[in-house]
């Protein structure tokens, strides 16, 4: 009988287009004898598929694959050839690809190096904010220096616009734009906004007044903030300058100061000559002097060479009590006026205007 090995190898030999002529069924092996047909040749070799030519050089690693009308070859895959794959690959198939523009490194470890936008130069965010992890050691928003000899563009913060055509006084009011700082915690002091130049000449800070609530405030300069050194600070209800605090003219050519407006000048420097003595009247007290004695058993003498040799002053003299004898003296240097009518003195306002030491003039 014919055993299950011969008759597999009957039906391959059948559809390989050879026929069998001859078989010996026993103990001997089976011995076919094949008669050439257009896909084998008479020595047995297999020369093409279903009469597709089949390549006669075949590189390990190869595959075979149909190229063309009955025509069989032997190469990589094509995965440019969508015919050639279907389905996706994998992850873990997948090698790290090389990633370039605004995303860099590569499909196994990128990195956003630019945000190009949408080639018009404009970044949609959606929805709306942008938040730096808090690794980072220091967080910086600015924008590019120049790279060539050409102006520097200026940098824009706007917030957002009304709608042009809208309608009610809540939706016509542009929005503001906000710097928010965040509260402190425990009994740490409050922080500031600070505006600096890159030059290192001035600095400017504005936030709440450092462990003290209540105070909004300004200060100038390089130095952090403290309680004693800002600049000028408001509660709601009054400002607060430091002191002193000396208003200079103009910084350009022009010495022309002017102020609009009620002002009103608090705490004048007063001094109380009470029976007699020499008193030396402050540098630029604001609004002025009040004088004021007792009965005078010598000279007031109100001195301006020490702080005051220069300058215009305001006194206020309806509080001095004049004697027979002793009476006011202004001196400044070796210039001195001295006065001892009360009817001179008695309810005026002296103006008193000295020009560098030894000059004097007074005038009721």
């Known amino acids: 009988m014919i055993s299950r090995i011969q008759k597999i190898l009957f039906v391959l030999l059948l559809s390989t287009g050879c026929t069998q002529t001859h078989h010996t069924v026993g103990s001997s092996p089976y011995t076919p004898t094949v008669t050439p047909g257009v896909d084998v040749t008479a020595a047995g070799t297999v020369t093409s598929i279903n009469n597709g030519t089949v390549p006669k050089a075949v590189t390990t690693g190869q595959f075979l694959e149909v190229t063309g009308t009955n025509l069989w070859d032997a190469g990589p895959i094509n995965l440019a050839n969508a015919a050639s794959v279907t389905g996706a690959l994998p992850n873990a198939n997948q090698g790290a690809q090389t990633l370039t523009g605004d995303v860099t490194g590569n499909t196994g470890a990128s990195v956003v190096s630019g945000i190009s936008g949408d080639g018009g130069n404009t970044l949609t965010v959606v929805p709306g904010i942008i938040q730096i992890v808090n690794t980072a050691a220091t967080a910086e928003f600015y924008q590019a220096p120049q790279t060539t000899d050409a102006a520097a563009p200026s940098l824009t913060i706007k917030s957002s616009a009304p709608y042009p055509d809208a309608g009610g006084a809540a939706n016509q009011?542009?929005?503001?734009?906000?710097?928010?700082?965040?509260?402190?915690?425990?009994?740490?002091?409050?922080?500031?906004?600070?505006?600096?130049?890159?030059?290192?000449?001035?600095?400017?800070?504005?936030?709440?007044?450092?462990?003290?609530?209540?105070?909004?405030?300004?200060?100038?300069?390089?130095?952090?903030?403290?309680?004693?050194?800002?600049?000028?600070?408001?509660?709601?209800?009054?400002?607060?300058?430091?002191?002193?605090?000396?208003?200079?003219?103009?910084?350009?050519?022009?010495?022309?100061?002017?102020?609009?407006?009620?002002?009103?000048?608090?705490?004048?420097?007063?001094?109380?000559?009470?029976?007699?003595?020499?008193?030396?009247?402050?540098?630029?007290?604001?609004?002025?002097?009040?004088?004021?004695?007792?009965?005078?058993?010598?000279?007031?003498?109100?001195?301006?060479?020490?702080?005051?040799?220069?300058?215009?002053?305001?006194?206020?003299?309806?509080?001095?009590?004049?004697?027979?004898?002793?009476?006011?003296?202004?001196?400044?240097?070796?210039?001195?006026?001295?006065?001892?009518?009360?009817?001179?003195?008695?309810?005026?306002?002296?103006?008193?205007?000295?020009?560098?030491?030894?000059?004097?003039?007074?005038?009721?």
Request: hydrophobic share 40%; net charge negative.
């Open 173 to 364: 009011a542009a929005a503001p734009v906000i710097v928010e700082l965040p509260a402190p915690v425990g009994t740490a002091a409050s922080t500031q906004f600070e505006v600096k130049d890159d030059q290192g000449g001035w600095d400017w800070w504005f936030g709440p007044m450092p462990s003290s609530g209540g105070y909004s405030c300004m200060w100038e300069g390089s130095a952090t903030p403290t309680i004693s050194n800002y600049l000028l600070c408001a509660n709601g209800s009054a400002t607060y300058a430091q002191t002193p605090f000396t208003f200079t003219a103009a910084i350009s050519a022009s010495t022309t100061l002017t102020l609009s407006g009620a002002l009103i000048l608090n705490s004048p420097q007063t001094i109380a000559c009470s029976t007699g003595g020499t008193f030396n009247v402050a540098a630029n007290p604001t609004p002025g002097i009040v004088v004021t004695s007792g009965t005078l058993s010598s000279n007031c003498t109100l001195a301006f060479a020490t702080n005051a040799s220069t300058g215009l002053y305001q006194l206020d003299m309806s509080g001095v009590t004049l004697g027979a004898t002793f009476g006011v003296v202004f001196t400044n240097g070796t210039a001195t006026k001295t006065y001892l009518s009360s009817s001179v003195l008695s309810g005026t306002l002296a103006t008193v205007w000295t020009h560098g030491t030894n000059t004097l003039a007074v005038n009721f």
